[in-house]
């Protein structure tokens, strides 16, 4: 069971929108829409942003959203702010009871 | 709103048993989240899901610790418990414990806990 596939880094300018990616196969992403993303800030615990693909809890900015396509899962952060700067890491259900993580992306805000 | 932290040694012996508990606060173990889970970060690494533990009892492990991983859980203390036995040092993470919506999303999480594994 590998680890979800995701880019190591990306970034963006304030402002503008960026995607991170997060590709797994037809036994997790592509067979369940239980996917979820985690924001990470350095020395912090990972904070729930999105889950079942799409929906927000209570709290979190709508500037983040989510979608799917087939086994790629994305993490869409629009109007980027200086504070989104951080690790962001996608989690799948993966049938037989089992949850896998991707292997995280560090978004730097220029 | 709901509050985990976890609890444990900092320092395990190689070939030793991690242990480690989670309490909860803030609303009950046994009622509302149904699954609780354990999740660690080796040093510079991403995220790896450990195991999960249902209210009732019955416990989902990573099929790459499996065998080396036991949870419980003590619904009258509000806490979780995590056993990884014959550690070595690429165990040394921190441990974080967390709520399992509906074994869907960790929605809510501890600070984490830094466990070394070394002599």
């Known amino acids: 069971q590998s680890a979800l596939t995701q880019p190591r880094s990306v970034s963006g300018s304030p402002g503008q929108t960026v995607t991170i990616s997060c590709t797994g196969t037809?036994?997790?992403?592509?067979?369940?829409?239980?996917v979820s993303w985690y924001q990470q800030h350095p020395g912090e615990a990972p904070k729930l942003l999105i889950y079942?693909?799409?929906k927000g809890p209570s709290g979190v900015p709508d500037r983040f959203s989510g979608s799917k396509s087939g086994n790629t899962a994305s993490l869409i952060i629009s109007g980027l702010q200086v504070e989104d700067e951080a690790d962001y890491y996608c989690?799948?259900?993966?049938?037989?009871?089992?949850?896998?993580f991707g292997g995280g992306t560090t978004l730097t805000v220029l | 709103q709901l509050q985990l932290q976890e609890s444990g040694p900092g320092l395990v012996k190689p070939s030793e048993t991690l242990s480690l508990t989670c309490t909860v606060s803030?609303?009950?173990?046994?009622?509302?989240?149904?699954?609780w889970g354990w999740i660690r970060q080796s040093p510079g690494k991403g995220l790896e899901w450990i195991g999960s533990?249902?209210?009732?009892?019955?416990?989902y492990y990573s099929p790459s610790l499996k065998g080396r991983v036991t949870m419980s859980v003590q619904t009258s203390r509000s806490q979780f418990s995590l056993r990884l036995n014959s550690v070595t040092a690429t165990d040394t993470a921190v441990y974080y414990c967390?709520?399992?919506?509906?074994?869907?999303?960790?929605?809510?999480w501890g600070q984490g806990t830094l466990v070394t594994v070394s002599s």
């Open positions: 967390a709520s399992h919506y509906g074994f869907d999303y960790f929605d809510h």
């Open positions: 803030g609303g009950s173990i046994s009622s509302g989240h149904d699954y």
């Open positions: 533990i249902y209210k009732g009892g019955s416990t």
């Open positions: 037809s036994s997790d992403i592509g067979d369940y829409d239980f």
């Open positions: 079942d693909v799409t």
């Open positions: 989690c799948s259900f993966a049938g037989r009871s089992s949850v896998i």
